[in-house]
T-cell receptor, first 111, second 111 residues
Framework: DGGITQSPKYLFRKEGQNVTLSCEQN?????MYWYRQDPGQGLRLIYYSQIVNDFQKGDIAEGYSVSREKKESFPLTVTSAQKNPTAFYLC??????????FGPGTRLTVT | GNSVTQMEGPVTLSEEAFLTINCTYTATGYPSLFWYVQYPGEGLQLLLK?????DKGSNKGFEATYRKETTSFHLEKGSVQVSDSAVYFCALGPNTDKLIFGTGTRLQVFP
């Protein structure tokens, strides 16, 4: 079955540590995205990538980094510079303007 | 700039009641409009979409019509079920990379 996988589902880290969230898709989509969701708020775009080896900052890129070395993979690193990293992180992919396909999300808690 | 406004929730209904979740937008050009649904603890799923004025998107008994004259894309369902309980997001897509989400409306359906 084609789809997007994110792992792990729940992640706990100590403040000051970098952490990398995984996102893999086997839909053969060119574009991939990372969103952050906070309680009572809509999704906010962190980074997106339209093709391999290329990515752009979204609306809230500060404190985050990404890479796109393979078409299938778009890992997100939450660095210690991110002031409020605790959130639900959603990865998505798309091929055209038909809409995005989302992964199940990773809930990151930093204490 | 482009934006999406959704009615605040939660919307609380009894099973088999009629559902309307309001969504209005501000946009330049001719964006596509989407409704996404997020079940508890999961990522978002595309529910329906409309790509031009007067288009009606429909899926699983839900419908929404792209109304350019009122800049609206209200979500409706004639008879809700307990299993419809979720958060619903209206989204606007000037292009796929810059999908703009509303803040979400939580629907709670009681038997």
């Amino acid at each position: 079955d084609g789809g997007i996988t994110q792992s792990p589902k729940y992640l706990f880290r100590k403040e000051g540590q970098n952490v990398t969230l995984s996102c893999e898709q086997n839909l053969n989509h060119d574009a991939m995205y990372w969103y952050r969701q906070d309680p009572g708020q809509g999704l906010r775009l962190i980074y997106y990538s339209q093709i391999v080896n290329d990515f752009q900052k979204g609306d809230i890129a500060e404190g985050y980094s990404v890479s796109r070395e393979k078409k299938e993979s778009f890992p997100l690193t939450v660095t210690s510079a991110q002031k409020n990293p605790t959130a639900f992180y959603l990865c998505a992919s798309s091929r055209d303007s038909g809409g995005k396909y989302f992964g199940p999300g990773t809930r990151l808690t930093v204490t | 700039g482009n934006s999406v406004t959704q009615m605040e929730g939660p919307v609380t209904l009894s099973e088999e009641a009629f559902l309307t979740i309001n969504c209005t937008y501000t946009a330049t050009g001719y964006p596509s409009l989407f409704w996404y649904v997020q079940y508890p603890g999961e990522g978002l799923q595309l529910l329906l979409k409309a790509t031009k004025a007067d288009d009606k998107g429909s899926n699983k008994g839900f419908e929404a019509t792209y109304r350019k004259e009122t800049t609206s894309f209200h979500l409706e369902k004639g008879s809700v079920q307990v299993s419809d309980s979720a958060v619903y997001f209206c989204a606007l897509g000037p292009n796929t990379d810059k999908l703009i989400f509303g803040t979400g409306t939580r629907l709670q359906v009681f038997p």
